[in-house]
């Protein structure tokens, strides 16, 4: 079944402990992203990366920290996190960045930071 | 700047009647246009795009939308509402920048009552 996987779904940590959010896609898609979620502002994108080694900052980067070392694979770290980190954050691939090809999202990790 | 707006927080239409969720743009370019589906605690699912041509689209679970340049509008509609409707629809533009991002609106939240 073609899909993006997050893991975890759910998580609460605590402010400064370093974490890791993965996303796994098996449609060989060029085009990867991560998205956070937040009541009234829909989504915003936070990094986005067209292909292998190739990654850049989105609306929102301010915190993160992305790679892309293998096709398939688009983890997103939290260095330190903060309470403002709190959302629902959403990874997606697209076949290629191109305007007409839709994204296909994961399920979700909810992250709680106190 | 390139937006999209969602006028209303919430619909509310009884099963069987027809339903209609506003969204307007404002790109500059073509408008690579999408409408998204978010069931609780699950990701985001594609419905339907807007690339080229008709300007009524049909897509996912008898869905529909409406591409209107002149008043930049991509409303969404059904014409008979289901209880499992129920949900927060997104609708969302493709930009074409160098990050090829969606830009998202703010949501609305679908309220079908038996």
């Known amino acids: 079944e073609a899909q993006v996987t997050q893991n975890p779904r759910y998580l609460i940590t605590v402010t400064g402990k370093k974490l890791t959010v993965t996303c796994s896609q098996n449609?060989?898609?060029?085009?990867m992203s991560w998205y956070r979620q937040d009541p009234g502002l829909g989504l915003r994108q936070i990094y986005y990366?067209?292909?292998?080694?190739?990654?850049d900052k989105g609306d929102v980067p301010e915190g993160y920290k992305v790679s892309r070392k293998e096709k398939r694979n688009f983890p997103l770290i939290l260095e330190s996190p903060s309470p403002n980190q709190t959302s629902l954050y959403f990874c997606?691939?697209?076949?290629?960045?191109?305007?007409?090809?839709?994204?296909?999202f994961g399920q979700g990790t909810r992250l709680t930071v106190v | 700047a390139q937006s999209v707006a969602q006028p209303e927080d919430q619909v509310n239409v009884a099963e069987g009647n027809p339903l209609t969720v506003k969204c307007t743009y404002s790109?500059?370019?073509?408008?690579?246009l999408f409408w998204y589906v978010q069931y609780p605690n699950r990701g985001l699912q594609f419905l339907l795009k807007?690339?080229?041509?008709?300007?009524l689209v049909k897509g996912s679970y008898g869905f529909e939308a409406e591409f209107n340049k002149s008043q930049t509008s991509f409303h969404l509609k059904k014409p008979s509402a289901l209880v499992s409707d129920s949900a927060l629809y997104f609708c969302?533009?493709?930009?074409?920048?160098?990050?090829?991002?969606?830009?998202f609106g703010s949501g609305t939240r679908l309220l079908v009552r038996p």
């Open positions: 997606a691939s697209s076949l290629n960045f191109g305007g007409n090809t839709e994204a296909f």
């Open positions: 449609m060989n898609h060029e085009y």
């Open positions: 990366s067209m292909n292998v080694e190739v990654t």
């Open positions: 790109v500059s370019g073509n408008p690579y």
């Open positions: 807007y690339i080229t041509g008709d300007n």
């Open positions: 969302a533009v493709r930009v074409e920048d160098s990050s090829y991002k969606l830009i």
